[in-house]
């Protein structure tokens, strides 16, 4: 089953969408990767979802991607006296490690960390920013404050803190125990929330070993701030638009997204582009306008996946939600404008034999409108690099890796097959053009570009390009 777009569609499961008959539904509509979210899973049933995936990803014989999303740090105030407090703009508001009920004056807050770490000036965000303070008097157990907006606060609400760096890594006791878990069961990718510096990433990445990507979630200020060196020690990126929302201007957040999807494309990692995309049809079985020009945006500006959160999760039209996004991308692609601006946002290849070899193949692939390039991949980053170039017609990548194949699915533009290597330079090239006719990436009398790493085998090789002519066999003519 091939997908007529190269942008790919990341679906989230959930009470709407847990049954293996409803996960087939949603990748025949046109879910690439699912995602399960560990804020709202059980172990058990995260197990229960990874083998109903794996039941659908044998029926249609295609590799699908599994990404299993942290929780994260949920920083939270205490309860209040009555369950809840009216505030004035203006007056003062306490923060205190007090766990007695909180009133009008005060709350206990159970962080000792941003007790300790929040200055004079910070800015705290209560209940997604409907309630804002700011930090006027600071001792390490007490964070005095001055409301600036908003005029109450209830039991349990959450805390950002746009301003304030927290000394505490990005893992919780419960993220390590589901990382343990979802790592055994085998998921593909591992997303991590409210990442804020490079070193939040070095305690999964030494849990992982190996066993999954990872995916850096960039949805607080001080992240942004250092995207650079995130990106470089990301296996991939989740522009997380929600919290950055909450934590920055909303008017800012179009820019962010933009700078963040063309940075990652820049250094050849996946990026995604998340929440809200079609809120509304949570409970409408049509989007509105402007949720349109939302998708539309992320797919004109390369990005290799937009995602879905509660619309397939928990809403009452998942798989309409898919296929509305796989038409919106569809035609997106489409526009003759799309080539252009995905052209004109090209980085200047990496001096690595890679990267030189799929820079040759995309232009000359578009020189002598070949029908697809074919690049064998084992690790999967020639695969990357391929899509990197973002070339305007199919690319087939070819592994003998399972879970090789089942990473790639979330990149854009890559048309991930299982299949064992070939032995020898001529039996490559025969099952690379092999497989793009029986893929209907390409037909007899047409020709393939393919790339791949001689000797045969070799990892991280990549250093051979061949146009091949496809014979009426099917098979190599040239």
Partial sequence: MKRNRRVKILATLGPASSEETVIRKLFEAGADVFRINMSHTSHDMMRELVVRLRNVEKAVGRPIGILADLQGPKLRVGTFVGDKAELVVGQTFTLDDDPTPGDTSRVYLPHPEILEAVQVGHRLLI??????????????????????????????????????????????????ADLDAVLAEGVDWVALSFIQRPEDLAEARKVARGRASLMSKIEKPQAVE????????????????????????????????????????????????????????????????AEV???????????????????SAAGDYPVEAVETMDRIAVQVERDPLYASIISAQRSTPEATGADAVSLAARQMAETLSVAAIVTYTSTGNTGLRTARERPLLPIIALSPKVATARRLSIAWGL??????????????????????????????????????????????ATNMLRIAYIGSDGLSAV
């Avoid at 700011?134 to 805390?159: F, L, M, Q």
């Avoid at 950055?244 to 909303?250: A, D, F, H, I, T």
């Avoid at 992320?298 to 959160?309: F, I, K, N, R, T």
């Avoid at 039996?427 to 570009?449: L, Y």
């Fill in 127 to 176: 209940d997604d920013g409907r309630l804002q303070l700011r930090a006027v008097k600071t001792d390490g157990r007490h964070i005095e404050c001055v409301v600036v907006a908003g005029n109450r606060i209830s039991n349990r609400k959450g805390v950002s803190l746009p301003d304030t760096i927290l000394a505490t890594g990005a893992l919780t006791d419960k993220d390590r």
């Fill in 415 to 460: 048309h991930c097959v299982v299949t064992e290597d070939a032995t020898d330079l001529e039996g490559m090239v025969d099952k690379a053009c092999r497989v793009a006719v029986e893929q209907e990436q390409a037909r007899p009398g047409e020709r393939v570009i393919v790339t791949a790493g001689v000797p045969l085998g070799t990892p991280g």
């Fill in 293 to 311: 020009s939302d998708v539309s945006i992320a797919v004109y500006e390369g990005a290799d996946a937009v995602m879905l959160s509660a619309e």
């Fill in 226 to 289: 250092r995207l650079d060196e995130i990106i470089e020690l990301s296996d991939a990126i989740m522009v997380a638009r929600g919290d950055l929302g909450v934590e920055l201007p909303l008017e800012a957040v179009p820019g962010i997204q933009k700078r963040i999807t063309r940075a990652a494309r820049k250094a050849g990692k996946p990026v995604v582009v998340a929440t809200q995309m079609l809120e509304s049809m949570i409970s409408a079985p049509v989007p509105t306008r």
